[in-house]
Nanobody, 119 residues
Framework: QAQLRESGGGLVQPGESLKLSCVGS????????MGWYRQAQGKQRELVAV???????ELADFAKGRFSISRGDINHSVLLTMTDLKPEDTAVYFC?????????????WGQGTQVTVSP
């Protein structure tokens, strides 16, 4: 069983930046990717960005040009750097880790960190 610990959320003004961090611990067999999702109040959870083990990344359209995802210095860690934040980026941001063994895969989720963008 793995645990994901997120940090870095907070309240910022439009145009400002934030960096979210996530570190996985516990038993992780073969991590295939890590990423960030977000869920705004009253909306479904949506993909923000993922980074695979080989370093390839995928960003949602709203994130392109403003957000970037990268691996941290610690194994099983991921960073989300967000710039030019907008009020519509307000949401709870969840860290995700996809683990696997053989042909089976499963997901771990963090508890979420609140990002609020407001004047």
């Amino acid at each position: 069983q793995a645990q994901l610990r997120e940090s870095g959320g907070g309240l910022v003004q439009p145009g400002e930046s934030l960096k979210l961090s996530c570190v996985g611990s516990g038993t992780i067999f073969r991590e295939t990717r890590m990423g960030w999702y977000r869920q705004a109040q009253g909306k479904q959870r949506e993909l923000v960005a993922v980074i695979k083990k080989d370093g390839t990344t995928e960003l949602a359209d709203f994130a392109k040009g403003r957000f970037s995802i990268s691996r941290g210095d610690i194994n099983h860690s991921v960073l989300l750097t967000m710039t030019d934040l907008k009020p519509e980026d307000t949401a709870v941001y969840f860290c995700n880790l996809e683990d696997g063994w053989g042909s089976d895969t499963w997901d771990y989720w963090g508890q979420g960190t609140q990002v609020t963008v407001s004047p």
